[in-house]
């Protein structure tokens, strides 16, 4: 891996996307650095800072570098322009994992468009054997039981449970640990993945990744803060963090250092600061602790 080098095109916008870019650029340069990646980070007018200084959020200069990138990552995911991003890509489906240590991390695996069920199951059970070997269903059609079906049949010794909205949401509440990668239609997933952040405490512990087979991938938080703190150095960078752990082992496949990453994010949330600056410095003081090098493994990190 050490001979290989990646670019990441990084958006800030405005609001709190520039400082949470900034500290995260720092946490991605110490990662690299420890597990010997080359990560190019160019830095491109997005949002409001484009509009701005260019006129348009999307100048094409900004829209031809993160095409030709291996990666993009957010770190404003508010600005109505990541929705250009988006149509820019060819975006087939989504990630989204909640951090929560006490009653288990888990991961959502949706469709994104219209075609592409068949493609976001088969990811998810390649996600779900890497992990626990338990993959959760949640349907409201049987076509989409019916495809799940279909792929588990290629996959003897994966546990494939079919549950209801309501269901799913009840075990995660009532049984923490026992779901732990998600499948489900777009139109169920958000609902998901917004109970059980809420059951983890903030919106915070939720990282999103939107994903290609032909291109770069879209890696941001699920929220950030009210671009009214701006400024003050007092933006909650956690997720955007998780998003930069996310990026790491989804979209550039360096895995052992998406997992030092966050496991040195869950290290400084058990001695909580309140500014910026300190928990990002804590985060990188814990990353050396706490270095993961295996990489026989394929998995959203967890």
């Given at each position: 891996?050490?001979?290989?080098?990646?670019?990441?095109?990084?958006?800030?916008?405005?609001?709190?996307?520039?400082?949470?870019?900034a500290?995260?650029?720092?946490?991605?340069?110490?990662?690299?650095?420890?597990?010997?990646?080359?990560?190019?980070?160019?830095?491109?007018?997005?949002?409001?800072e484009?509009?701005?200084?260019?006129?348009?959020p999307?100048?094409?200069?900004?829209?031809?570098?993160?095409?030709?990138?291996?990666?993009?990552?957010v770190?404003?995911?508010?600005?109505?322009?990541?929705?250009?991003?988006?149509?820019?890509?060819?975006?087939?489906?989504?990630?989204?994992?909640?951090?929560?240590?006490?009653?288990?991390?888990?991961?959502?695996?949706?469709?994104?468009?219209?075609?592409?069920?068949?493609?976001?199951?088969?990811?998810?059970?390649?996600?779900?054997?890497?992990?626990?070997?338990?993959?959760?269903s949640?349907?409201?059609?049987?076509?989409w039981?019916?495809?799940?079906?279909?792929e588990a049949d290629h996959?003897?010794?994966?546990?494939?449970?079919?549950?209801?909205?309501?269901?799913?949401l009840?075990?995660?509440?009532?049984?923490?640990?026992?779901?732990?990668?998600?499948?489900?239609?777009?139109?169920?997933?958000?609902?998901?993945?917004?109970?059980?952040?809420?059951?983890?405490?903030s919106?915070?512990?939720?990282a999103?990744?939107?994903?290609?087979?032909?291109?770069?991938?879209?890696?941001?938080?699920?929220?950030?803060?009210?671009?009214?703190?701006?400024?003050?150095?007092?933006?909650?960078?956690?997720?955007?963090?998780?998003?930069?752990?996310?990026?790491?082992?989804?979209?550039?496949?360096?895995?052992?250092?998406?997992r030092t990453?966050?496991?040195?994010?869950?290290?400084?949330?058990?001695?909580?600061?309140?500014?910026?600056?300190?928990?990002?410095d804590?985060v990188?003081?814990?990353?050396?602790?706490?270095?993961?090098?295996?990489?026989?493994?394929?998995?959203?990190?967890?």
């Open positions: 891996m050490s001979g290989r080098s990646w670019t990441v095109a990084c958006l800030a916008g405005d609001g709190v996307g520039p400082e949470l870019m500290e995260s650029s720092r946490v991605l340069a110490e990662v690299g650095r420890l597990h010997s990646l080359r990560l190019d980070d160019v830095h491109l007018p997005f949002g409001g484009a509009l701005t200084r260019f006129g348009h999307l100048p094409q200069s900004t829209r031809e570098g993160y095409r030709a990138s291996d990666a993009i990552f770190s404003a995911p508010d600005d109505p322009a990541i929705d250009g991003v988006k149509a820019d890509l060819d975006l087939a489906w989504r990630v989204s994992r909640v951090h929560n240590g006490v009653r288990g991390d888990l991961v959502v695996v949706e469709p994104t468009g219209s075609g592409t069920d068949e493609l976001a199951i088969a990811r998810a059970f390649e996600l779900a054997a890497a992990r626990r070997a338990r993959l959760t949640v349907g409201s059609t049987p076509d039981d019916d495809l799940v079906a279909a996959w003897g010794g994966l546990d494939v449970e079919y549950l209801s909205l309501g269901g799913v009840t075990r995660f509440r009532d049984h923490p640990g026992t779901v732990d990668l998600v499948v489900a239609g777009s139109h169920l997933a958000g609902a998901i993945v917004d109970a059980a952040a809420h059951l983890a405490g919106l915070h512990t939720v999103g990744a939107w994903l290609s087979e032909t291109g770069p991938g879209l890696f941001a938080a699920h929220v950030v803060d009210a671009d009214e703190v701006a400024g003050f150095g007092v933006a909650d960078p956690a997720g955007t963090l998780l998003a930069a752990s996310l990026l790491l082992g989804e979209g550039l496949g360096a895995r052992s250092a998406a990453l966050e496991r040195a994010v869950e290290a400084a949330e058990k001695d909580p600061v309140f500014d910026t600056r300190s928990f990002t804590a990188i003081a814990r990353l050396s602790a706490v270095r993961t090098d295996t990489e026989h493994f394929q998995e959203v990190p967890q």
